[in-house]
């Protein structure tokens, strides 16, 4: 009975070929060896191909860069005197009918005047720049800091002991308290608001990111590149940092809208800045509230406030999610 082998070589012998016409060796390339023939990778090119599927974000963005335009580019080209009608008596208080009746229509008389004569219009997104400026300003101090010690703190044992004592302590103390205290002992100027909703703010981002470190900085993957060799920089910087970008976009999609109500809410009990902000604007147009006919110089103010806030955490929260690659399939 004819094997297996003996029956190929019967049916190659039939074939008329030699055995060096049949077989060839192939050297190996080190370049083919690590081609990879699935369609290549792009992080960033795929989040934001996921963020732009959505025609709801193209609607948020474009909300979001007329805001820009009304906060910096508005003020800077058309003004703002707040004291420019003060000595005019009829236009004190006026609802955006009168005041269109009196100067004439113009976009900045569509929200009527305030107590000095001023355009509500004009005046809230003057106040919104500064509000917005401080905002962001504050998240990035914040977020760089507690992004950096948040790395350490989960991967440094001396580190943890260290930070949660530290956390114990601030955690206990009201934010509020901190920054009331700190405006009252220096003038309540732009940059000592912006140290005091600094000086303790990172620490609550740096244990949220401390936690999620030590969440993922034992899994097999990380194991795996601590055995090859890898430092602990390299490990933090390439295979957690870039895991945690999701969460931590997400986390700034609430960080900003809560500093423009914080410095709204410290402007509105007359610790805030000095300067117009939308806090002082609601600060200075309590009596308004309640007095017919006023509403319009306190609720402008509070539904910009709104309306800024809202556009900022919808942008955030859909930018963390297309940032999560679970959603790159």
């Not at 190996?28 to 996921?50: G, L």
């Amino acid at each position: 009975m004819m094997t297996a082998t003996q029956a190929e070589t019967i049916c190659l012998d039939g074939l008329g070929y030699t055995e060096a016409e049949l077989f060839e060796h192939v050297p190996q390339d080190a370049a083919a060896v690590e081609k990879i023939t699935a369609p290549r990778y792009s992080y960033w090119h795929s989040v934001f191909r996921v963020f732009f599927r959505k025609k709801s974000n193209i609607v948020v963005l474009a909300l979001f860069a007329l805001i820009i335009v009304f906060t910096y580019v508005y003020p800077a080209v058309m003004g703002f005197d707040r004291y420019g009608n003060i000595m005019n008596s009829d236009a004190k208080h006026l609802t955006p009918v009168e005041a269109i009746e009196q100067f004439g229509f113009s976009i900045r008389w569509i929200f009527g005047t305030g107590a000095s004569g001023q355009s509500t219009f004009d005046s809230m997104w003057y106040g919104a720049r500064i509000s917005l400026s401080l905002a962001l300003l504050c998240t990035v101090i914040n977020f760089s800091i507690g992004i950096v010690v948040g790395a350490i703190w989960g991967f440094s044992k001396r580190v943890d002991i260290f930070m949660n004592e530290v956390r114990n302590v601030t955690a206990n103390i009201p934010g509020t308290l901190i920054i009331s205290v700190w405006v009252l002992v220096f003038s309540p100027s732009f940059g000592t608001l912006l140290f005091a909703m600094c000086v303790t703010g990172w620490i609550g981002i740096a244990y949220s990111l401390r936690t999620q470190v030590i969440i993922i900085r034992d899994r097999e993957y990380n194991l795996a590149s601590r055995c090859l060799g890898s430092s602990t920089v390299r490990i933090a910087l390439k295979n957690i940092l870039p895991f945690m970008i999701s969460f931590i976009v997400t986390v700034m999609a609430t960080q900003i809208p809560a500093y423009i109500a914080s410095e709204a809410f410290l402007s509105y009990i007359g610790l805030g800045i000095s300067d117009t902000t939308l806090g002082k604007i609601l600060f200075n147009s309590q009596s308004a509230m309640v007095t017919p006919g006023w509403g319009w110089e306190f609720w402008c103010p509070v539904m910009l406030s709104a309306f800024i806030s809202v556009v900022l955490f919808l942008i955030g929260q859909n930018l963390g999610d297309a940032a999560d690659p679970r959603t790159h399939m």
